[in-house]
């Protein structure tokens, strides 16, 4: 199932993960009330993912307490 959503006037967000040398970029944009769209910040005219709230705080809470390490 897919639905597509405007996130033409988003206020993106960069990660605080990403580096500052191009790569690891990863932008979210708070201001969709139940969703959290997620992009590249290399492609902004690209596509987006939209996450549920709760899926996408339930992936930061696995992030933060190092259930999902970064590499």
Do not use: I
């Amino acid at each position: 199932m897919s639905s597509a959503h405007d996130v033409s006037d988003a206020t993106w967000h960069k990660s605080s993960y990403s580096d500052g040398q191009g790569g690891s970029c990863v932008e979210v944009a708070p201001n969709f009330p139940g969703l959290v769209p997620v992009r590249d910040s290399k492609a902004p005219t690209g596509p987006a993912l939209a996450f549920p709230t709760s899926s996408w705080a339930a992936f930061v809470t696995a992030l933060r307490s190092g259930d999902l390490p970064l590499r």
